[in-house]
Nanobody, 126 residues
């Protein structure tokens, strides 16, 4: 079972930036699509961004142009660079691994991710 550990969350003023990291255990990281999700207080968890094993990316409309997902397979790590942060970005951010290796389609559905980190809190003040 893979372990995912997020870091990099914190308190930031609106307009500021943060970079989240998610370190994965194991030797097969490079063969999986990875995703970031978030859950705001009182709301359901929602998709933020995903990156394929081949490097393709997709984003939620709410973060497009402000957030960038990337990966470093040599470090078994996926990143989420968040710029121009808004108070509505306040949430717990989770990284997740796709349930299938070498999946060709980059999915955004939570049901397709079966390994999750513990989450990291991001708070954006106005």
């Amino acid at each position: 079972q893979v372990q995912l550990v997020e870091s990099g969350g914190g308190l930031v003023q609106g307009g500021g930036s943060l970079r989240l990291s998610c370190a994965a255990s194991g030797r097969t990281f490079s063969s999986y699509n990875m995703g970031w999700f978030r859950q705001a207080p009182g709301k359901e968890r929602e998709f933020v961004a995903a990156i394929g094993w081949g490097g393709g990316t997709t984003y939620a409309d709410s973060v497009k142009g402000r957030f960038t997902i990337s990966r470093d397979n040599t470090k078994n790590t996926v990143y989420l660079q968040m710029n121009s942060l808004k108070p509505e970005d306040t949430a717990i951010y989770y990284c997740a691994r796709d349930r299938g290796q070498w999946r060709q389609v980059l999915t955004t559905a939570q049901t397709n991710f079966d390994s999750w980190g513990q989450g990291t809190q991001v708070t954006v003040s106005s």
